[in-house]
């Protein structure tokens, strides 16, 4: 067991474990079920909101400080010393690769774009801004792809879905108000949606349009588990 502290995301690469927290991200090297030890350490200039992990580099979504990319072929020689590449953005809330694109949601509103291959080849460092902006109706917090598709969830205004098939010219296609969208996951062509007291709700999305298949209702504040305790 490795205890956690509050708001810790995590992104898991072959038996490495890397977690993104407050102001620091960990990397954990997990060699049998239930153990695991620290392989390395660095302090972040934010707080850490996610971490996802692309080939040789993982990207934090930082907040105010951005998206920063730092490399992890040698997990056990990151710490405060590690160069640090930055996608900049108002308030990074993730950071997600899809066809070679790096997507950031912003806490702020929108979605920043930018291509991989520019990020791989900044300079260690070096500040980037993105190459795309999609605007949205609210902060966005987590993203989910489905080929062509982009679904984004923004808290209280609910989901929108964009088609990404020409980047220059992203478009609207739907959304959904009545389910306030804390995360989103495409599982095949099934859309989960996790929202606050709404709970999780299962649908498929044709044209834009989102189709409620099931539903698994929240637990409230204070609201008992189990009837009757």
Known sequence: TYAMESGTTAAVQDSTVYLAGREKIQVLNVFTFGQSYVLGRMPMGGYSYGVTVHGSNAFIADHQGGVKIIDVTLPESINEQTRVKTIETSFAEQAVIHQGIVYVSDGLGGIKLISLKQVENLVEGELIDPEYTVETAGPVKRMAFNGQL???AEDRKGIEFFDITDLSQIRK????????GKDVLFSSDHLLIAG?????SIGRVQGGTYTEAARVP???PGQSRVPGT
């Open 173 to 180: 296609i739907g959304e959904l108000k009545d389910i306030p």
């Open 196 to 200: 606050s007291d709404y709970g999780l």
């Open 218 to 220: 929240g637990i409230r």
């Open 150 to 152: 982009c679904a984004a």
